[in-house]
């Protein structure tokens, strides 16, 4: 049985209160490791630590700061293959999904932040002859981070990076559910030298690790990726508190598919965007809308791929649809398929729970869902599922489809799939998301505003934003003109 440690003020320890809480492998479903179950006095000495940490942080020279990251970034990439073994063991997804955009993604954040810290500039403004306005750029402190399970290293680092570049001492949670790669992450931090308290890390459950970071009033600020529910429960916290807030919340995103596409091209990325991760990923697109002259065509040839996405043993190179995370979230997705068929629709292939043989035979594996004929407003089209389950709904026009595309209370990201350039820009322009793809799928730079619109979330990361959101921005006035006169 593996144990996992919190990582605090440069030490691992467990729980101050000594107890923990099961972690089991989607894989098999067997406990395989024991998580500390922290609590407020583990936040605390984490906080306390990050702020002893602080003014040697953030007073290092952006250098310095960039070259210890970069250390990290290397160690990330000498334990790639271990990280990536790990993260499928712990989340269920496919050890080529870990291996090509879990891990290298998580060495390229700290990588990216990393460098970006040399390249930044202060603003200046001449408001007249003899009057300087300039920025200065400061960290914030003590903030926290708190991820989700299903990119569990990726976005761990995505929210740890620029916190750290920017000058800011962290106090981090991972999801209870896949902490595994976040734990592995806090001894690599030891090895790349960040001196002790910049970075901790404690493990535990949301409502009580991670509610305990929220209200902690040192903590300066939140950058939090999960649920809406969950974001909406830290945001009522926060706002009285007065703290930064930024939240990546769930989606149900739209991919509008028109007849003139490149079919060929929209057939393999749909399969992509439909089912990567196990459907798993904020930015799957759960809501598929085709024209009605390509609506028949493209039923059959994505239900027949779709048939071909059998759950096969995640650790296997060639397996590309895995475990779903947990038995709850499984059992949760596959009442969805229950629900789109009470609501009315066929479902045209998958949405079972598949028993793999073996040591695997307890895992949580479902084959995936294709559903039609459900109308726009069900709940099977409105609310979050995130597994492998997607709706295929027809349209006779571009408005009505703009129309679907915008109908639910999210607006994370979108897709449109079309060779009129015109009718590309026109579409995307009238998207209620945060990131609207045309003709491609999470091709992503890191340099690019990230995040949702309604109650997909507030505030951006990426680049600039990022690094924005991680300092506080003073202006510093400047009176130079002449003495006055007496
Ligand atoms: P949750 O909201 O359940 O949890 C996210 C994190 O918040 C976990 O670390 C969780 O801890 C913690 N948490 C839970 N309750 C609290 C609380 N009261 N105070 C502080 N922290 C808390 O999300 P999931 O882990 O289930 O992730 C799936 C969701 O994440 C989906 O809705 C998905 O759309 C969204 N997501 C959004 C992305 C985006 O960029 N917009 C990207 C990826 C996912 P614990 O696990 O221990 O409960």
Redesign the pocket.
Known sequence: MDTILNYIGGRHVPAASGNHLDNVSPLTGEIYALIPDSGQSDVDAAVRAAQDAFPVWSQMPPEDRSAIMLRLADLIAIHAEQLAQAETRDSGKPIHHSRNVDIPRAEANIRFFATAILHTHAEAFHTRAGVLNYTNRKPLGVVAC??????PLY?FTWKIAPALAAGNCVVA?????TPMTAYLLSELCREAGIPAGVINVVH????R???A??EHPLVKAIS????????A??AS?AAPRFKKLSL????KNPNIIFADCDYDKMLRTTLRSSFSNQGQ??LCGSRILVERGLFDRFMQDFTALARELVPADPREESSRMGALVSESHMNKVLSYVQLARNEGGTVHCGGERVLLSGELSGGFYMSPAVISGLGPECRTNQE?I?GPVVTVTPFDREEEAITMANGTAYG?SATVWTRDLDRAHRVASRLDSGIAWINTWLLRDLRTP???VKN??IGREGGEEALRFFSEIQNVCVDFGSAPTL
Do not use: D, H, R, Y
């Open positions: 708190i991820s989700p399970w299903n990119l976005l949670k991972p999801s209870e559910i535990g459950l949301g409502p690790a991670g509610q970071m929220v939090f990726t999960g649920g809406t529910a969950t974001g429960a830290i916290a990546e919340l769930g989606g990923i904020c979050e995130f994370l990230f995040g949702g997909s979330g």
